[in-house]
C-alpha cells in the first residue's frame, strides 16, 4: 500500500468555525431566519436532514431535523454520518486533479492509456471527457436491474465487464449526460496510477490531512460515529433503505460523511489546499462541448447560480439517502444538507438554496396557492416563445396548470394569484402578462434572480385523454418495481385515484389509457405492465422494470 508523506500530524487540520462573541448576536439572527425558511420543509416524525450553513467562514447554522431511526424514534444530530451518493463526483475529481498536477496523468490522455482493455470502437474518450459526463459510454445506472445483483459485492474489473460491451450512446465530446459509468472508471484509473486503492488514496491524500475524520468510503470508516439509518417510502410512512453493495457505486457515489466534514473540506477548497488555484478554477468552470456549448458541469461540480451568485455545487441520491452541497465562493457562503430519506419529507437542493439565499441577505420570494379563477387556467395556457427556437408550453391538465420545454418533463405550477404562478416545490416563478383588452400576451420567468419574458405564440398542444377501468384491473399493477439499482417507482390506488412514485421523487398521478398503460403529464411519461414487470417510456426512451 503506497505510504503517502503527508499525515495529519504534519498539517493542520481544517475546522468549522464557530460565531465569536462580537458577531454572535447578527449570526443568531440570521440562524433564526435560515431555520425559519426551512423547517417547515421537515417532520419531526419523519427521516430528516443535518443541515451547515457557513458565511464568512463562521458556523451560522448546524442543526439536524427529523428522526435517524424511524423505527426507534431516535432523532437526527448534527454530528451523525450519512451517504453522500453522488456528492461523492467531486472528491473523485480532485483525486484525478491531484495526480494531473503530480505528471502522472493528463486530463486530455486516452482512458486506453490506463485501461489499455477497454473497448473504445475506435473513438478518442479522454479523462476529460468521464470528469464532464461526455464520453458517451453507457451508464451502468440506466441499464436494467439484475435481480438480486443490487446486494452482490462486485470486484472494480467485474462491474467494468458489465457495462464495456455496450455501444457508446454518442460521439465524445457531442452530448452532456450525467453519467456513472464515467466516474466508476475514474476511480479505477486512480487505482491504477497511483498504485494505492481508491478508498486508501482518498483516506491517505485528502481526509485525514484536512481532519475529515468521519468521511471515508463505507465500510472503510477510521473510527466509530454515531450513523443515521437510510429510509425509503413505505405503505404506512417509511421504512429501512433496500440494501446495496457500495462496491457498486464506488468512485461515482460510495462515500459517507457528516455536514462538519463537509464544512471542512470546503474551508480547504477557499483556503487553496491540495490544488493549485488554476485546478480549481478548471473544476468550477462549465465544460463545453465539440460545438461551444456549456453544459453547466464542471469535473464533478455543478455549476449555476443562486439568486445572481454565482454557485457550485451537487446533488446526490442513493439508497436510503439523499443530499446537497453548495459554494458561493464570492459571498464565501457554503451550505450542505445531508438526509437519510430517499424519498422526502425535504428536497435538499430546495432546502439547501433557500438557506443559502437567506444568508446572502437576498432570500426567496414566498408564495400562498390560491384556488384559481375560473377560467385562469385556460386564459394562460398556451405556446410561449422561450428563445433558440425552444417553445415554453403551459397546458391546462387534470393536475392543474402544467408548464413544459420542448424536449423536457412538464412541471407543475400553483396559483398564487390570476396572473402569477410558482413551481410547486420548486423556486421558479412565472408572472403572465396582458395587454389593454386582458388577452395574455407574453409571460416572465422570474429564476435566481433573473426575469427572462417569453411572448405568446399560440395555442397549447392537444394531451392525452384518460379512459375510465375498473379499479381491480389497477389493483393487479400495484407494488414496487426496480428498473436500476438506484431507481425503484412505487404504484399505489386511493380511492379513484393511481398513483406513482419513484425513488427520491414526488408522487405522481397517473391515468390509464388502457388497463395496461398509463401516463403522466406531469412526468411526461407513459408505463406499461406486462404481468411480470413494466416498462417507463419517457424522453425517447425506454427502460423495462421487474416486480419485487
Known sequence: MLRTAICAAVLLAVQPCTANAAGATADGAIAVRIDRAIAPFFDARSPGATVIVVKDGKTVLRRAYGLANTATGEALRPEMVLRLGSITKQFTSAAILMLAEEGKLALDDDITKHLPDYPTRGKRVTIEHLLTHTSGIVSFTSKPAEEGKAMRDMSVTSMIDSFKDDPLDFEPGTEFRYNNSGYFLLGAIIEKVSGTGYADFLAQRIFVPLGMKDTAYEGHARRRAPVAAGHS???????????????????????????????????????????????????????????????????????????????????????????????????????????????????????????????????????????????????????????????????????????????????????????????????????????????????????????????????????????????????????????????????????????????GQDRLEIFPMSENVFFSDAADAEIEFDGQGMVLRQGGRSTPGRKL
Open 233 to 503: 417510502r413505505a405503505e404506512n410512512g417509511y421504512d429501512y433503505a433496500a440494501p446495496l453493495s457500495m462496491s457498486q457505486p464506488y468512485a461515482a457515489g460510495a462515500l459517507v460523511s457528516t455536514v462538519d466534514d463537509l464544512a471542512r473540506w470546503d474551508a480547504a477548497i477557499s483556503a487553496g489546499r491540495l490544488l493549485t488555484p488554476a485546478s480549481w478554477r478548471r473544476a468550477f468552470t462549465s465544460w463545453r462541448l465539440n460545438d461551444g456549448k456549456p453544459t453547466g458541469y464542471g469535473y464533478g461540480w455543478e455549476v449555476g447560480k443562486v439568486q445572481g451568485q454565482a454557485m457550485v455545487g451537487h446533488g446526490g441520491a442513493i439508497n436510503g439517502f439523499t443530499g446537497f452541497a453548495l459554494r458561493i465562493p464570492e459571498r464565501k457562503v457554503y451550505v450542505a444538507v445531508l438526509s437519510n430519506g430517499d424519498s422526502g419529507p425535504a428536497n435538499p437542493q430546495l432546502v439547501a438554496r433557500k438557506a443559502a439565499a437567506v444568508a446572502l441577505g437576498k432570500p426567496y420570494r414566498e408564495f400562498r396557492e390560491v384556488a384559481p379563477a375560473p377560467g385562469a387556467l385556460d386564459a394562460v395556457a398556451g405556446s410561449y416563445d422561450a428563445g433558440d427556437g425552444v417553445r415554453r408550453v403551459f397546458r391546462h391538465a387534470r393536475e392543474g396548470l402544467l408548464m413544459q420545454l420542448d424536449g423536457q418533463p412538464p412541471v407543475r405550477l400553483k396559483a398564487a394569484s390570476k396572473d402569477t404562478f410558482f413551481v410547486a416545490g420548486g423556486l421558479d416563478w412565472f408572472a403572465f402578462e396582458r395587454d389593454a383588452r386582458g388577452k395574455v400576451t407574453g409571460v416572465t420567468l422570474h429564476r435566481e434572480g433573473e426575469a427572462l419574458r417569453n411572448p405568446r405564440i399560440g395555442d397549447a398542444p392537444a394531451g392525452r385523454r384518460a379512459v375510465k377501468i375498473p379499479h381491480a384491473a389497477f389493483d393487479r399493477h400495484v407494488g414496487r418495481y426496480q428498473l436500476r439499482p438506484d431507481l425503484v417507482i412505487e404504484f399505489t390506488r386511493e380511492g379513484n385515484r393511481y398513483f406513482g412514485q419513484a425513488l
